[in-house]
């Protein structure tokens, strides 16, 4: 059987769960399938924030404004032509560094990605296949300039997400070990030099992020601040105030202390908790760390 892989060289400058790129790669391959395009092809897929992506729009486009997805096709594709008919072009484009024909350099911006996802309530799993899909369809010959071509372009994205199957019922579920080893990864950051103990902690937002934190102690002792309201403080004020998982790791089994408790209720009373110490990983809930916990809603009548 022929390989239609392609190949995604990554550049990750804004993080998303793992398990989003490994549909965006699924979907990847499935493009090539779709288009009947049986050499393997290498694309550059650049995730970053809206500055960046405003700042490449504005250089190489002249327009000076934040998008989802840029494009640059490598291929000169003939006029009317696509990858799946043009072969012999893209064996031209074969690219030693790859092993592939290299098909062109695509950007994402992660934050509008996160914000067009909730805008169109679906998940941004959904998103994140969608403007790969439309990004590599660009790379590879489409456009919607033209009406007859964008209905093209259009019937192609829908075979490859009709192919990929990232269903409108999908959650953007978290996976835990991901989250238990950003909390360990974190926990080396922490700053603890009175207590010796580091604590470190990862929060999953329900839009797909990870907010991480460490404990950062002061020789004024009671200015501390801990690991998980570090993670808390550091998402909200980026904008983003719904969690639904928490993973913390520390050199002993580390349940949230009360005043996190109460900080973590604020903003997501169904939280599930993960804490980790040497090989160890034990759950609970929020509501069981804090039942009856004061919140937003119980001072409404
Ligand atoms: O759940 C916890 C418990 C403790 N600490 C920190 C605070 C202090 O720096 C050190 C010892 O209490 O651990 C946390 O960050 N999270
Ligand atoms: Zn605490």
Redesign the pocket.
């Known amino acids: 059987m022929r390989r239609r892989k392609v190949l995604i060289e990554w550049d990750v400058r804004n993080e998303i769960d793992s398990a989003i790129m490994e549909r965006m790669k699924t979907a990847a391959d499935l493009c090539l399938k779709c288009e009947n395009v049986t050499i393997p092809c290498a694309v550059t897929v650049c995730l970053c924030d809206d500055a960046m992506i405003a700042d490449i729009n504005r250089q190489y486009r002249g327009i000076d404004r934040s998008t989802d997805v840029l494009s640059f096709p490598s291929v000169n594709y003939p006029l009317g032509k696509t990858a799946g008919d043009s072969e012999t072009l893209l064996r031209q484009e074969y690219d030693d560094e790859y092993d592939a024909a290299f098909l062109g350099d695509l950007f994402i911006s992660v934050p509008h990605l996160i914000a067009q996802a909730r805008e169109y309530g679906h998940t941004v799993k959904r998103e994140a296949v969608y403007l790969l899909v439309h990004g590599i369809c660009h790379l590879m010959g489409y456009d919607h300039i033209e009406e007859s071509d964008k209905e093209r372009m259009r019937a192609m994205e829908e075979k490859i997400l009709a192919a990929a199957s990232v269903s409108r019922e999908e959650t953007d579920a978290v996976d835990d070990q991901l989250l238990l080893s950003k909390a360990r990864e974190a926990m080396t950051r ?1 700053y ?1 030099p ?2 010796s ?3 470190g ?1 990862a929060l999953h937002s329900t839009d797909g992020r990870i907010f991480t934190g ?4 002061n020789a004024s002792f009671g200015l ?5 309201r570090t993670a808390v403080f550091k998402a909200v004020s980026e904008g983003v105030r719904s969690f639904d998982v928490l993973a ?1 790791a ?1 050199k002993t089994k ?4 009360g005043a ?1 408790r109460q900080v973590l209720n604020e903003f997501a009373p169904d939280l599930r908790i993960l804490v980790t110490w040497d090989d160890h990983v034990e759950e609970k809930t929020l509501k069981e760390l804090l039942p009856e916990g004061f919140g937003p809603h119980s001072m409404e009548h």
């Open positions: 922490s603890s009175y207590s103990y580091p604590v902690a460490c404990n950062v102690e501390t601040n801990c690991a998980e913390i520390a580390a349940w949230p202390c996190c």
